[in-house]
């Protein structure tokens, strides 16, 4: 996937993320609607920051997000704000998950996320050393 330039007012951007969240103690808790509501949900909160949900899936117990993002947004701001309004958003709407959960908490604190897109760094080390430097 080509990833595509955005613009702000001062600065010109391709920021891309890989995400994981994963269920409290691994719990399988997930359905294809119970992931198919929160993909729409998440799309949502991603749009409230400026943010694009690129690609999204999951299993029983994690779920994997691309997301494209803005330089003026933290992604940890994010990444807090779409896991704590989807625990809630899932725990109000899908009363039945409450008997997977460990005292009411669907995520695991941690997540795991990753810089994306461009090139390889093999790639990016060369091109910055092959600069024509002043002598």
């Known amino acids: 996937m080509k990833s595509k330039l955005r613009s702000g007012k001062h600065c010109v951007f391709s920021l891309q993320a890989h995400l994981v969240f994963t269920t409290k103690y691994r719990k399988s808790v997930f359905t294809n ?11 949502k909160v991603c749009k409230d920051f ?3 949900l ?3 899936n999951g299993e ?8 494209s993002y803005s330089p003026k947004i933290s992604l940890s701001r994010l990444i807090n704000s779409l896991k704590g309004t989807s625990s809630r958003l899932l725990r ?8 997977y959960l460990y005292k009411g908490h669907l995520w695991s604190p941690s997540y795991y996320a990753s810089s994306c897109g461009g090139v390889t760094l093999d ?6 050393d092959n600069q024509s430097r002043p002598v």
């Open 60 to 67: 029983k117990n994690h779920v994997h997000l691309l997301i």
């Open 123 to 128: 790639i990016l080390k060369e091109y910055i």
């Open 50 to 52: 400026d943010a694009d």
């Open 92 to 99: 109000s709407n899908f009363p039945t998950l409450k008997k």
């Open 33 to 43: 609607w119970t992931l198919s509501f929160l993909q729409k949900y998440l799309e």
């Open 54 to 56: 690129l690609e999204f």
